[in-house]
Protein backbone atom coordinates (compact mmCIF):
# COMPACT_ATOMS: atom_id res chain seq x y z
CA UNK A 1 0.00 0.00 0.00
CA UNK A 2 1.30 3.71 -0.38
CA UNK A 3 3.13 5.39 2.30
CA UNK A 4 0.50 8.26 1.69
CA UNK A 5 -2.48 6.26 3.19
CA UNK A 6 -0.53 6.68 6.63
CA UNK A 7 -0.85 9.91 6.42
CA UNK A 8 -4.49 10.02 6.27
CA UNK A 9 -5.53 7.43 8.93
CA UNK A 10 -6.52 9.61 11.89
CA UNK A 11 -9.26 11.05 9.92
CA UNK A 12 -12.58 9.87 11.29
CA UNK A 13 -16.41 10.97 10.38
CA UNK A 14 -19.77 9.40 10.16
CA UNK A 15 -23.07 9.67 7.54
CA UNK A 16 -26.55 9.82 8.84
CA UNK A 17 -29.66 10.34 7.22
CA UNK A 18 -32.15 11.97 8.38
CA UNK A 19 -35.66 11.28 7.02
CA UNK A 20 -38.64 13.85 8.07
CA UNK A 21 -42.58 14.62 7.29
CA UNK A 22 -43.63 17.96 7.02
CA UNK A 23 -46.19 19.18 9.40
CA UNK A 24 -47.47 22.03 7.49
CA UNK A 25 -46.59 23.77 4.30
CA UNK A 26 -42.95 23.71 3.47
CA UNK A 27 -41.80 26.14 1.08
CA UNK A 28 -38.27 26.13 0.67
CA UNK A 29 -35.98 27.79 -2.14
CA UNK A 30 -34.68 25.68 -5.03
CA UNK A 31 -31.26 25.20 -3.25
CA UNK A 32 -32.05 24.06 0.73
CA UNK A 33 -28.58 24.64 2.33
CA UNK A 34 -28.40 28.28 3.48
CA UNK A 35 -31.85 27.48 4.69
CA UNK A 36 -30.61 24.60 6.58
CA UNK A 37 -27.49 25.56 8.02
CA UNK A 38 -28.86 28.91 9.00
CA UNK A 39 -31.99 27.55 10.62
CA UNK A 40 -29.89 24.70 12.45
CA UNK A 41 -27.06 27.66 13.73
CA UNK A 42 -30.15 29.98 14.56
CA UNK A 43 -31.20 27.02 17.09
CA UNK A 44 -28.30 25.57 18.00
CA UNK A 45 -27.14 29.26 19.27
CA UNK A 46 -30.53 29.44 20.89
CA UNK A 47 -29.93 26.41 23.13
CA UNK A 48 -26.65 26.59 23.69
CA UNK A 49 -25.54 30.30 24.67
CA UNK A 50 -26.02 31.38 28.06
CA UNK A 51 -24.62 34.83 27.74
CA UNK A 52 -26.47 36.25 25.14
CA UNK A 53 -24.00 38.18 23.46
CA UNK A 54 -23.59 39.08 19.67
CA UNK A 55 -20.16 38.49 19.00
CA UNK A 56 -18.82 34.99 20.44
CA UNK A 57 -15.21 36.52 20.51
CA UNK A 58 -16.35 38.51 23.18
CA UNK A 59 -17.95 35.87 25.53
CA UNK A 60 -15.55 34.11 28.47
CA UNK A 61 -16.72 30.86 27.29
CA UNK A 62 -16.15 30.73 23.42
CA UNK A 63 -12.93 28.26 23.95
CA UNK A 64 -15.23 25.75 25.70
CA UNK A 65 -18.51 26.22 23.58
CA UNK A 66 -20.13 24.00 21.36
CA UNK A 67 -21.85 26.24 19.26
CA UNK A 68 -18.68 28.04 18.82
CA UNK A 69 -16.59 24.86 17.60
CA UNK A 70 -19.14 23.76 15.32
CA UNK A 71 -20.68 26.77 13.78
CA UNK A 72 -18.11 29.49 13.79
CA UNK A 73 -14.99 27.16 13.87
CA UNK A 74 -11.67 29.52 14.51
CA UNK A 75 -7.81 28.57 14.30
CA UNK A 76 -6.93 27.45 18.16
CA UNK A 77 -4.20 29.23 19.59
CA UNK A 78 -1.46 27.90 17.79
CA UNK A 79 1.47 29.59 16.17
CA UNK A 80 2.86 26.26 14.16
CA UNK A 81 -0.24 26.83 11.76
CA UNK A 82 -1.83 29.72 12.42
CA UNK A 83 0.00 32.03 9.85
CA UNK A 84 -0.65 29.60 6.84
CA UNK A 85 -4.79 29.45 7.63
CA UNK A 86 -7.31 32.06 7.84
CA UNK A 87 -9.65 29.45 8.05
CA UNK A 88 -10.91 26.50 9.81
CA UNK A 89 -13.34 24.02 8.15
CA UNK A 90 -16.35 23.20 10.16
CA UNK A 91 -16.47 19.95 11.66
CA UNK A 92 -19.77 19.21 9.70
CA UNK A 93 -20.87 18.85 6.22
CA UNK A 94 -24.95 19.19 5.66
CA UNK A 95 -26.10 17.95 2.92
CA UNK A 96 -29.59 19.27 2.40
CA UNK A 97 -32.65 17.95 0.43
CA UNK A 98 -31.26 17.15 -2.78
CA UNK A 99 -34.30 18.12 -5.06
CA UNK A 100 -35.02 21.33 -6.63
CA UNK A 101 -39.07 20.89 -5.16
CA UNK A 102 -39.78 23.76 -3.12
CA UNK A 103 -43.24 23.10 -1.40
CA UNK A 104 -43.76 20.04 0.56
CA UNK A 105 -47.66 19.36 1.53
CA UNK A 106 -48.12 18.03 4.95
CA UNK A 107 -47.54 14.36 5.32
CA UNK A 108 -44.84 14.45 2.20
CA UNK A 109 -41.53 13.17 3.26
CA UNK A 110 -37.72 14.09 2.21
CA UNK A 111 -34.37 13.43 3.36
CA UNK A 112 -31.47 15.13 4.23
CA UNK A 113 -28.03 14.37 4.78
CA UNK A 114 -25.25 15.19 8.15
CA UNK A 115 -21.32 13.98 7.63
CA UNK A 116 -19.22 14.65 11.36
CA UNK A 117 -15.34 15.09 11.55
CA UNK A 118 -13.36 13.78 14.95
CA UNK A 119 -14.35 14.97 17.84
CA UNK A 120 -17.91 16.67 16.74
CA UNK A 121 -19.24 13.22 16.86
CA UNK A 122 -19.67 12.51 19.88
CA UNK A 123 -21.80 15.84 19.67
CA UNK A 124 -24.45 13.83 17.29
CA UNK A 125 -26.91 14.13 20.13
CA UNK A 126 -26.77 17.97 20.18
CA UNK A 127 -27.36 18.19 16.57
CA UNK A 128 -30.11 16.05 16.78
CA UNK A 129 -31.59 17.89 19.22
CA UNK A 130 -31.44 20.98 17.31
CA UNK A 131 -32.65 19.57 13.77
CA UNK A 132 -35.58 18.57 16.27
CA UNK A 133 -35.96 21.94 17.56
CA UNK A 134 -35.50 23.34 14.34
CA UNK A 135 -38.83 21.03 12.86
CA UNK A 136 -40.84 22.43 15.94
CA UNK A 137 -40.06 25.93 15.10
CA UNK A 138 -40.49 26.24 11.53
CA UNK A 139 -37.84 26.22 8.35
CA UNK A 140 -38.58 28.25 5.42
CA UNK A 141 -40.12 31.73 4.31
CA UNK A 142 -43.47 30.76 6.02
CA UNK A 143 -41.78 29.00 9.19
CA UNK A 144 -43.24 25.31 8.14
CA UNK A 145 -42.63 23.06 10.63
CA UNK A 146 -41.30 18.91 10.24
CA UNK A 147 -40.69 15.86 12.10
CA UNK A 148 -38.15 13.82 12.68
CA UNK A 149 -39.60 10.44 11.93
CA UNK A 150 -35.90 8.67 11.83
CA UNK A 151 -32.21 8.90 11.68
CA UNK A 152 -29.98 5.95 9.89
CA UNK A 153 -26.74 5.89 10.36
CA UNK A 154 -24.14 4.28 7.50
CA UNK A 155 -22.46 1.22 7.76
CA UNK A 156 -20.15 0.11 4.82
CA UNK A 157 -23.25 -0.06 2.23
CA UNK A 158 -25.98 -0.16 4.74
CA UNK A 159 -27.91 1.54 7.08
CA UNK A 160 -28.84 1.01 10.62
CA UNK A 161 -31.52 2.90 12.54
CA UNK A 162 -30.35 4.73 15.32
CA UNK A 163 -33.41 7.14 16.13
CA UNK A 164 -37.01 6.64 15.49
CA UNK A 165 -39.83 9.30 16.13
CA UNK A 166 -41.74 6.18 17.74
CA UNK A 167 -39.90 5.77 20.95
CA UNK A 168 -37.73 9.04 20.44
CA UNK A 169 -34.70 7.35 22.02
CA UNK A 170 -31.11 6.75 20.54
CA UNK A 171 -30.22 3.32 20.03
CA UNK A 172 -27.18 1.52 19.30
CA UNK A 173 -23.62 2.72 18.50
CA UNK A 174 -22.27 4.90 15.42
CA UNK A 175 -19.90 3.53 13.06
CA UNK A 176 -17.22 5.64 12.38
CA UNK A 177 -15.23 5.83 9.16
CA UNK A 178 -11.29 6.10 9.15
CA UNK A 179 -9.63 7.39 6.41
CA UNK A 180 -7.77 4.11 7.46
CA UNK A 181 -11.01 2.21 6.44
CA UNK A 182 -11.13 3.41 2.95
CA UNK A 183 -7.31 2.85 2.05
CA UNK A 184 -7.59 -0.73 3.18
CA UNK A 185 -11.10 -1.29 1.26
CA UNK A 186 -9.60 0.37 -1.94
CA UNK A 187 -6.39 -1.31 -1.56
CA UNK A 188 -7.40 -4.15 -4.61
CA UNK A 189 -8.34 -0.99 -6.76
CA UNK A 190 -5.16 0.56 -6.26
CA UNK A 191 -3.59 -2.24 -7.46
CA UNK A 192 -5.70 -2.73 -10.09
CA UNK A 193 -4.78 1.14 -11.17
CA UNK A 194 -8.07 2.00 -13.39
CA UNK A 195 -7.60 4.48 -15.70
CA UNK A 196 -10.79 5.93 -15.54
CA UNK A 197 -13.59 7.15 -14.42
CA UNK A 198 -16.61 10.18 -14.07
CA UNK A 199 -17.52 12.81 -11.39
CA UNK A 200 -20.89 13.83 -11.14
CA UNK A 201 -20.90 17.29 -8.87
CA UNK A 202 -24.42 17.23 -7.49
CA UNK A 203 -24.23 20.72 -5.92
CA UNK A 204 -21.99 23.84 -6.92
CA UNK A 205 -18.50 23.46 -6.60
CA UNK A 206 -16.89 26.76 -5.49
CA UNK A 207 -13.12 26.63 -6.64
CA UNK A 208 -11.29 29.69 -6.12
CA UNK A 209 -7.89 30.11 -7.75
CA UNK A 210 -5.89 33.37 -8.26
CA UNK A 211 -8.25 35.42 -5.70
CA UNK A 212 -11.13 34.68 -7.71
CA UNK A 213 -14.12 31.73 -8.47
CA UNK A 214 -12.99 29.88 -11.66
CA UNK A 215 -14.59 26.51 -13.98
CA UNK A 216 -11.19 26.07 -15.67
CA UNK A 217 -9.89 23.30 -12.79
CA UNK A 218 -7.50 20.60 -13.89
CA UNK A 219 -7.19 17.99 -11.75
CA UNK A 220 -4.12 18.96 -10.31
CA UNK A 221 -5.98 22.10 -8.97
CA UNK A 222 -9.48 19.56 -8.04
CA UNK A 223 -6.80 16.78 -5.43
CA UNK A 224 -4.77 19.64 -3.98
CA UNK A 225 -7.93 21.77 -3.27
CA UNK A 226 -9.49 18.27 -1.49
CA UNK A 227 -6.47 16.98 -0.17
CA UNK A 228 -6.04 20.14 1.48
CA UNK A 229 -9.54 20.02 3.18
CA UNK A 230 -8.74 16.16 4.32
CA UNK A 231 -5.35 17.31 6.21
CA UNK A 232 -7.15 20.40 7.76
CA UNK A 233 -9.97 18.26 9.08
CA UNK A 234 -7.52 15.56 10.05
CA UNK A 235 -5.75 18.28 12.13
CA UNK A 236 -8.24 20.43 13.75
CA UNK A 237 -11.21 18.52 14.04
CA UNK A 238 -8.88 14.73 14.90
CA UNK A 239 -6.39 15.98 17.02
CA UNK A 240 -3.16 14.63 14.74
CA UNK A 241 -0.41 16.70 12.64
CA UNK A 242 0.19 15.82 9.25
CA UNK A 243 2.94 15.72 7.26
CA UNK A 244 1.98 18.81 4.60
CA UNK A 245 4.83 17.97 2.48
CA UNK A 246 3.17 15.69 -0.63
CA UNK A 247 4.84 17.38 -3.85
CA UNK A 248 5.43 13.88 -4.82
CA UNK A 249 1.62 12.93 -5.08
CA UNK A 250 0.76 16.33 -6.32
CA UNK A 251 3.14 16.34 -8.85
CA UNK A 252 2.01 12.61 -10.16
CA UNK A 253 -1.29 14.06 -10.35
CA UNK A 254 -0.25 16.83 -12.93
CA UNK A 255 -0.42 13.62 -15.28
CA UNK A 256 -4.33 12.67 -14.76
CA UNK A 257 -5.94 14.68 -16.94
CA UNK A 258 -9.79 15.57 -16.81
CA UNK A 259 -11.34 14.73 -20.33
CA UNK A 260 -15.40 15.17 -21.68
CA UNK A 261 -15.97 18.14 -19.86
CA UNK A 262 -19.67 18.17 -19.48
CA UNK A 263 -20.38 21.17 -17.18
CA UNK A 264 -21.86 24.93 -16.45
CA UNK A 265 -21.75 27.76 -14.19
CA UNK A 266 -24.81 27.84 -11.66
CA UNK A 267 -25.78 31.29 -9.89
CA UNK A 268 -27.81 31.16 -6.77
CA UNK A 269 -28.19 33.62 -4.05
CA UNK A 270 -28.55 33.21 -0.38
CA UNK A 271 -29.47 35.91 2.31
CA UNK A 272 -27.26 35.90 5.36
CA UNK A 273 -28.87 36.85 8.60
CA UNK A 274 -25.07 37.34 10.13
CA UNK A 275 -24.39 40.08 7.23
CA UNK A 276 -27.49 41.40 6.72
CA UNK A 277 -27.22 41.00 3.22
CA UNK A 278 -27.64 38.72 -0.50
CA UNK A 279 -24.84 36.91 -1.43
CA UNK A 280 -23.95 34.93 -4.54
CA UNK A 281 -23.06 31.93 -4.42
CA UNK A 282 -22.36 30.34 -7.53
CA UNK A 283 -20.25 27.43 -8.74
CA UNK A 284 -19.77 24.61 -11.19
CA UNK A 285 -22.12 21.66 -11.35
CA UNK A 286 -22.24 18.71 -14.17
CA UNK A 287 -20.14 16.26 -14.97
CA UNK A 288 -16.58 15.31 -16.05
CA UNK A 289 -14.15 12.15 -17.02
CA UNK A 290 -10.45 11.88 -15.00
CA UNK A 291 -8.18 9.76 -17.09
CA UNK A 292 -4.74 8.26 -16.31
CA UNK A 293 -3.21 6.00 -13.26
CA UNK A 294 -5.80 6.82 -10.90
CA UNK A 295 -5.39 3.82 -8.48
CA UNK A 296 -3.55 6.05 -5.80
CA UNK A 297 -5.74 8.87 -5.93
CA UNK A 298 -9.37 7.23 -5.96
CA UNK A 299 -9.23 6.20 -2.22
CA UNK A 300 -9.13 9.93 -1.62
CA UNK A 301 -11.74 10.87 -4.35
CA UNK A 302 -13.91 8.40 -2.22
CA UNK A 303 -13.07 9.81 1.49
CA UNK A 304 -14.14 12.79 -1.02
CA UNK A 305 -17.62 12.06 -1.68
CA UNK A 306 -17.84 12.63 2.14
CA UNK A 307 -16.52 15.66 2.94
CA UNK A 308 -17.28 17.60 0.12
CA UNK A 309 -15.04 20.13 -1.46
CA UNK A 310 -14.23 23.61 -2.48
CA UNK A 311 -16.17 26.75 -0.65
CA UNK A 312 -18.94 26.54 1.69
CA UNK A 313 -19.40 22.61 2.09
CA UNK A 314 -20.99 23.03 5.39
CA UNK A 315 -24.27 24.15 3.86
CA UNK A 316 -23.86 21.16 1.56
CA UNK A 317 -22.42 22.61 -1.39
CA UNK A 318 -19.22 20.39 -3.35
CA UNK A 319 -21.00 17.76 -2.92
CA UNK A 320 -20.19 14.80 -5.88
CA UNK A 321 -20.13 11.38 -6.39
CA UNK A 322 -17.65 9.06 -8.50
CA UNK A 323 -19.39 7.04 -11.53
CA UNK A 324 -17.22 3.95 -12.23
CA UNK A 325 -17.47 2.55 -15.91
Known sequence: MHTQSNELRYLTFARFIFRARAETVLNLPPYKGSAFRGGFGHNLKKIICINRLVECSRCVLVSRCIYAYIFETKPPEDPGIKHSFSEVPHPY?????????????????????????????????????????????????????????????ERFGSEAVIYSSDDKCLKGDIQVYSSENFFRIYTDIIRMNPEHVRVRLLTPFRFRKDGRFRDDFDFFDLFRNLLNRLYLLTYFHCGNRFDRDHRGLLEKSKAVRITDKDIRWHDWTRYSNRQKSRMKMGGVIGEFGISGELGQFLPFLKIGEYTNIGKATSMGLGKYEIIHP
Not at 100 to 113: L, Q, R, S, V, Y
Not at 122 to 148: A, C, K, M, S, T
Request: hydrophobic share 40%; proline share 7%.
Open 93 to 153: VLNPPHTAKETFEPGETFTFELVLFGRAIDYFPYFLFVFQQLGENGIGRDRGRFEIESVNN
